[in-house]
């Protein structure tokens, strides 16, 4: 599966942001997927994560209550919902995937075994 990652931009602290991954090349609904972030000299950090039908998700503490992931299956695209952004949410967001129909969404990093290319999101102060 290939996936492209969009929606990203330069926005307000507080502000809230959309990104989509959207699938190409098979259907999303085989597939847990993930949403990572890399800021500028760190480390890739994951930010989130869902099962394949939706039922399951999970979060690093740092965006719990701010963050929802989501997909439609139907239309082969998940999404990333932001909210009360804040400088630290500066980062490239990427999206993954990774093959099977777990019913929990915890997700090590080594398991995704598709990426697809970032988005920037700046949140300004």
């Known amino acids: 599966v290939q996936l492209q990652a969009s929606g990203g931009g330069t926005v307000q602290v507080g502000a809230s942001l959309r990104l989509s991954c959207t699938a190409s090349?098979?259907?999303?609904?085989?597939?847990?997927m993930g949403w990572f972030r890399q800021a500028p000299g760190q480390e890739r950090q994951q930010v989130g994560s869902?099962?394949?039908?939706?039922?399951?998700?999970s979060y690093v503490p740092s965006v719990k209550g701010r963050f929802t992931i989501s997909r439609d299956n139907s239309k082969n695209v998940m999404y990333l919902q932001m909210n009360s952004l804040k400088p630290e949410d500066t980062a490239v967001y990427y999206c993954?995937?990774?093959?099977?129909?777990?019913?929990?969404?915890?997700?090590?990093?080594?398991?995704?075994?598709?990426w697809g290319q970032g988005t920037q999101v700046t949140v300004s102060s």
């Open positions: 090349g098979d259907t999303i609904s085989k597939y847990g």
């Open positions: 869902i099962n394949f039908n939706g039922a399951s998700t």
């Open positions: 993954a995937a990774l093959l099977g129909a777990s019913l929990g969404a915890d997700f090590a990093v080594y398991e995704y075994d598709s």
